[in-house]
Every structure is written in C-alpha cells, then in structure tokens.
C-alpha cells in the first residue's frame, strides 16, 4: 500500500485528540506539521463524530477548543485548509459520518499524496 507513514501519522494524530492520549502541545505540533487540508479534515471528522448529543463529545469538542485557543496558529492553519479545492470535492461526494476513521484517513492520505 501506498503512503503507509503518511496514514500513520494522520491516525496518530486523530486518535490522540479523538481520546485525549495526546497532551494538546503534542496535537498543536503535529497540526503545525501536517499539512493544513489534512489538519481540517481531521477536525471537520471530529467535529461530525461528536455532535454534541454524543456522550463523549466534551471531551473531544473540548480537546478541539483547547488546541485552538491555546495555539492561535492552528485555527489559521485550519482557515487555509478549508479552502483548498479537495475538501470542496470531498464534501460534494461524501459524509464525514459515512466514514469510520481508517476509511476515512486512507481516502484523504490517499487523495491529498496522489
């Protein structure tokens, strides 16, 4: 499989902020590294996971806030992502809750690499 590093790397970088076993430094330095389509995707899944009728979603909503207000770099960097013609097209044709997250990381790696 292709770009096996990269889906690594964008899963721990999910599930660390997705439960709370990365410290938010931690999640702010992988976010500054990723690239910032990677970096929305990641927080438009979460945000779509944990509405805030889900049990877990303080936690996670909270993390996201956290992230945001401690490191004013990131909402900037989410900003940028967003605009970029793949999440217009990702949006177009798929759900983010249609996808679990391994489905979900390989498509976005698959499509942000290739």
Not at 43 to 59: E, I, K, N, T, V
């Amino acid at each position: 499989m292709a770009f096996e590093h990269e889906k690594r790397q964008a899963m721990y970088m999910l599930e660390g902020i997705e439960n709370g076993s990365t410290p938010a430094w931690r999640s702010r330095d992988l976010l500054e590294e990723a690239d910032p389509t990677l970096a929305y995707f990641v927080f438009a899944w979460l945000r779509a996971h944990y509405p805030p009728s889900h049990p877990a979603s303080d936690g996670v909503l909270g993390r996201l806030v956290e992230i945001c207000t401690q490191h004013p770099s990131i909402p900037r960097r989410l900003k940028a992502g967003e605009a970029d013609p793949l999440v217009e097209w990702f949006e177009e044709t798929h759900r983010y809750r249609d996808l679990d997250r391994g489905a979900f990381i390989e498509l976005i790696v698959e499509k942000l690499e290739g």
